[in-house]
């Protein structure tokens, strides 16, 4: 597969988000058979087959309670790298798990006392690493308002797109994040898609100008 081409999909399954929170790839059949009274897969009997679409979970421990387990309705979108600009390795999982080594490179002095996380990261290449299930509150907004409401962390599902600013995201990403905001938008009543700039205004600036609004707007899936 060369670089910035999505992974090739498992014939008739897509993605998919269980009661319990977590992304899986399931066959569209299995999804119909299984959906609960609520109108939620229960995962219960979908096959865990997550890495069938290069879905890893990686657990992270910066996520607590959603305030009266409230349904977030607000998908926010983030940019990250470490270091910034640089694309290989392990470093955003680490620091999602609280494993970063500190050491291993100058810049990450910057973060050295950050927890946070988000619900899910997109690689480049399109891989997606789930941190948080999408029922339990992540630590991806930080200082945040939408719509007059504070604390945007006790509404949202966050996503991260490995990338920056100014430098155009890949086309892998623009698909997988199609299709992932697809599964959390069949799972949780999302009525909004914000970037992190505009919760945060003034405080941060991703997913940035790189970011394609009409190509995600395009992009997602029915």
């Known amino acids: 597969m060369k670089a910035g081409e999505s992974p090739e999909p498992e014939p008739g399954r897509s993605l998919i988000i269980g009661a319990d929170g977590w992304l899986i790839a399931a066959s569209s059949e299995d999804v119909t058979k299984t ?59 680490d620091f999602f798990q609280n494993r970063l080594d500190i050491a291993s490179h100058p810049w990450f002095e910057n973060i050295r006392d950050l927890r946070v996380s988000a619900h899910f990261l997109i690689r480049r290449d399109g891989t997606i690493v789930q941190f948080v299930p999408t029922t339990l509150r992540a630590w991806h907004a930080g200082v945040s308002s939408f719509e007059g409401r504070e604390r945007c962390n006790d509404f949202s599902i966050g996503i991260e797109l490995e990338g920056t600013d100014t430098l155009a995201y890949t086309d892998a990403q623009y698909e997988r994040l199609g299709a992932l905001a697809a599964a959390v938008r069949a799972r949780h009543p999302i009525r909004a898609v914000r970037g992190h700039e505009h919760i945060a205004p003034g405080r941060k600036t991703d997913p940035g100008v790189a970011f394609d609004w009409d190509r995600f707007a395009s992009s997602r899936v029915p």
Not at 55 to 63: A, E, G
Request: a negative charge; charged letters at 15%; aromatic letters at 4%.
């Open 35 to 93: 959906h609960s009274a609520s109108g939620s897969p229960t995962g219960s009997s979908i096959s865990r087959s997550a890495h069938t679409q290069n879905i890893l979970r990686r657990p992270s421990p910066n996520h607590d309670q959603r305030p009266d387990d409230e349904n977030p309705y607000l998908l926010v979108i983030h940019n990250i790298s470490l270091p910034p600009g640089v694309f290989t390795g392990d470093a955003i999982i």
